[in-house]
């Protein structure tokens, strides 16, 4: 019988992509926007996240540079690459 919360739930869990280790719950959620059908602004994004642009643009930054991108475009064009999406 297993329990949940052991140790034997969190070894089959399924673990985050290769792509996102390291990643913090405030960078995938900027992911999910760049990321979403209505390509948001920045700074609507900032709005939606509740956070000031100056802080997305932090985020965007670490995103770029995680993922050796230059542009939003490029950010979502390797994650839908990444998985197996269009590319």
Same mark, same amino acid.
């Given at each position: #019988?297993?329990?949940? /919360? ?8 399924? +673990?985050? +992509?290769?792509?996102?280790? /390291? ?19 920045? #700074? ?9 642009? +100056? ?33």
């Amino acid at each position: #019988e297993r329990k949940l /919360g052991t140790l034997e739930d969190e070894e089959d869990a399924d +673990p985050a +992509p290769p792509a996102l280790n /390291g990643l913090d719950e405030r960078d995938l959620e900027t992911i999910r926007l760049v990321r979403h059908k209505a390509n948001y602004s920045w #700074e609507y994004m900032a709005v939606l996240m509740d956070i000031p642009l +100056p802080t997305l643009h932090r985020v965007r930054k670490k995103l770029f540079n995680y993922f050796g991108v230059r542009s939003k475009i490029e950010l979502v064009r390797l994650l839908d690459v990444q998985d197996g999406g269009p590319g």
